[in-house]
């Protein structure tokens, strides 16, 4: 219960996930500018946690995908001309043996975010060993830092709480199951794009009803219920049978002195 409780004191809003992503898509634009000219360390680290924001509070995936999220992964990516957005693959994640691939559908502008970072490596990394990973290090690793580049974008924004991916995670998943219906198909489908997995949500993760939805199941026990037997009919009842069983005592025992009974 505990758990619980401070979820739901620090779960963020889905007003809250649409300013973060509003407020991301500017912050980037400027960032990327910026690092084409110079490039300092602050502003990379800024940029990752405002990229990974956006993306988390889209699709609610885990730290571990971003972590996890290769240059081959990016350039590989499904291409949809029509559209022009492309469908980005992620292999290595903590539910792949349940849900297979974490996927993202990017629009252009997002993928480009994810290039701009690729080529940014490359011109610091000329002539040396390289990270594989999108959101990298000076040592050629993911960026274990991720969390708190998210937070200093967060801050930054001036957005309420100090959010984590795993907190980022939870609103989204909440929000599927009171906008959609616990048991709907909505709900399942928005859980298996974010490779989610709805038992384990309830279970431990699940917020407490809200004060709607605590009405709407008080709701359920508000009929009046359909006419109980009265007390006093109860005690007729008893003490009829009562009665009754006395008589065949009696009757019994009559039976047994009667002359008939002798032999």
Known sequence: MHVREKKEATLHSMEELCECRRLALLAISKLLSKLEVQHFNMDQWKLFGYVTGFLASLYGHRLGVFLNMTDGQVTKAVHCPEKGDYLLKVEEHKTNQSFGLAKMLL??????WLLSSIQMKNRLTAGSAKSKYVFFNTNASPSSLLTRYLQMAWLEMNLRGVPTFTS???AMATFARDRHGEDS??????ARFMCHDTATSDKYYAMDLTIKQARKEKAKYANEPKQSPKLTDFKEDSASKVEGEHEEENQKKG?????LNLR
């Open 255 to 259: 039976d047994e002195a009667s002359p």
């Open 168 to 170: 980022l995670r939870t």
């Open 185 to 190: 198909e909505e709900r399942h489908s928005m």
């Open 107 to 112: 629009s252009s502008q997002e993928y480009g």
